[in-house]
């Protein structure tokens, strides 16, 4: 009767779940090739903390870096208004390099859709994961995510986290 083991493993029923995981995965369960890095797509609004928040949990519990994107399209915002962003961003990299984060901040002006700016960054920088946040809907608005969102999760390379504020 033929064995149904491989071939040289007489007994072996096959593969542990270790072992069939263990193809792309390096011992410390991390995507060989993938930074700990952590993506965030952030604006000035409760959404954009909220996203910044979970990024923060998840840089922590990867021991990696946190990166921060703000992208705008220039040319639509009064000068106040651009004053107000860049402190927003100065503080909450003080804040955070104080609480003993590794934090890099993308304020990009490219005219690029923010979608395309925070994938972009991601790819560049082999993110392990990107962090968004997502505004309240009506019921009719639930039918559909905001274009940013939807782009981002249809099309990254890596997995996404999308969160609610409040």
């Known amino acids: 009767m033929a064995s149904l083991y491989p071939p040289g493993r007489p007994g072996h029923p ?14 410390g369960g991390k995507v060989s090739g993938m930074s700990d890095s952590v993506v965030v797509g ?24 946190l990166i921060i994107v703000h992208s705008a399209h220039g040319g639509e915002h009064d000068e106040r208004t651009v004053v107000a962003v860049r402190d927003a961003l100065e503080g909450l990299e003080e804040r ?11 304020d990009l002006v490219r005219g690029n859709d923010p979608a395309e700016d925070v994938i ?3 790819e560049k920088e082999d993110a392990a994961l990107i962090v968004i946040g997502l505004r309240r809907r009506s019921p ?4 559909l995510l905001g274009s940013n969102a939807q782009d981002i999760l249809l099309r990254a390379a890596c997995p996404v986290l999308a969160v609610k504020a409040g």
């Open 14 to 27: 096959g593969p542990s779940a270790r072992e069939i995981s263990a193809g792309p995965m390096s011992w």
């Open 120 to 122: 972009d960054v991601a």
């Open 42 to 65: 952030w604006i000035n609004t409760p959404e954009g903390q909220a996203a910044v928040t979970a990024a923060v949990e998840e840089a922590r519990r990867r021991s990696g870096r």
């Open 96 to 106: 955070l390099r104080g609480e003993g984060l590794t934090v890099t901040i993308k």
């Open 140 to 143: 009719v608005g639930k039918l």
